[in-house]
């Protein structure tokens, strides 16, 4: 039974099982809704970097950070086919794009429209990322073919505020509701290691797990600290700032109980982790990464040490998906 009514308390139940247990039971579950030992490939494209007026405290392209990034215009349509067509040779099954913005300008939706359509035709899944919707934009991009759309809820709702200031939990609620009522698959994670307690952790995933219907992709990023941000100047200074490897792992283990049916996606931060860390974490039920060198602005493992990493532990990229919207039903 897929449960939207979790408690807290019964979350932070998860997160105190001994471990060995945690992942016995995040693996059952795992492997009664998807296959055991395939992993989706993603490729992510920043079609819109740099001079967002959000103040994201994390992030290298906010108006805000002092990181020397340049804000660029956004791509050329053909640029972004140009971009999906090497991604979809190299293996990736589905082709994420997003724009540094607060939301989009009416002036951009046909040219977004225009570049969904043409990864669409390609036979690549489709998702987008570019800050709050209207209830207008969110039906144009579903009627130009876009399956998903991303937009974090990023941490707890009551540690939200130490990261953002620019923009309320509320209003990533309310996107998410338009992206519902569009048609279009959701998209929705956040990030550990950004300072938080494990009770801030278990609240972000009280967040997901009880939303109306789980998102369909869950990406679970680790802060990657970048200097002349706020928050990663902050970590950067502090000795021993990151998140600890068992406890990440216990975080995807727990996405991984609470969202049976759902993607989860090993995301930002996976260039620091060690091969035996990212293995603990699809024993725990992470089944989707981004490929190539780069992740919007930060670095990527890269497509050679994915493939060596599958090799060595028997996994293969995942051919197929249930339709979008399967896992809400």
């Not at 540094?100 to 899944?125: F, H, I, N, S, Y």
């Not at 497509?303 to 060595?312: E, H, S």
């Not at 996994?315 to 039903?329: F, I």
Request: hydrophobic share 40%; charged share 20%.
């Amino acid at each position: 039974m897929i449960r939207t009514d979790w408690s807290r308390d019964e979350i932070g139940a998860l997160f105190g099982m001994p471990f060995l247990d945690l992942l016995f039971e995040a693996q059952r579950v795992h492997r009664q809704y998807h296959a055991p030992n395939e992993v989706q490939l993603s490729t992510l494209l920043s079609i819109k970097t740099g001079g967002c007026p959000e103040d994201c405290g994390y992030c290298s392209q906010s108006a805000f950070a002092e990181t020397g990034l340049k804000a660029e215009k956004l791509m050329d349509a053909d640029a972004v086919l140009a971009a999906a067509a090497e991604a979809k040779a190299a293996g990736s099954g589905r082709f994420c794009m997003g724009a540094a913005w607060r939301e989009p300008k009416e002036r951009d939706m046909d040219a977004l429209c225009t570049m969904v359509a043409g990864v669409k035709a390609m036979g690549l899944e489709t998702c987008m990322t570019l800050g709050m919707l209207t209830q207008g934009q969110a039906d144009r991009l579903a009627a130009a073919g876009l399956d998903y759309y991303n937009h974090n809820l990023d941490s707890s709702p009551e540690y939200y505020g130490e990261i953002i200031t620019t923009r309320t939990y509320q209003e990533r609620l309310d996107t998410l509701e338009a992206v519902r009522a569009s048609g279009m698959a959701v998209c929705c994670g956040g990030i550990v290691g950004m300072g938080e307690t494990r009770e801030a952790r278990v609240g972000f995933l009280h967040a997901l797990a009880t939303l109306p219907e789980h998102p369909e992709s869950v990406p679970i990023n680790a802060l990657v600290p970048i200097s002349g941000t706020s928050l990663g100047d902050r970590l950067l200074a502090e000795r021993d700032s990151k998140i600890d490897d068992i406890e990440f792992v216990r975080t995807v283990a727990a996405a991984r109980i609470l969202m049976p049916r759902s993607i989860v996606r090993l995301s930002a931060g996976r260039e620091s982790m060690s091969e035996t860390c990212q293995a603990l974490c699809f024993l725990a039920g992470a089944n989707s990464i981004f490929t190539g060198d780069k992740l919007l602005t930060t670095g990527n493992a890269g497509a050679g040490a994915d493939a060596a990493l599958f090799a060595k532990l028997g996994l293969q990229p995942m051919t197929s998906e249930e339709p979008a919207r399967v896992a809400a039903e």
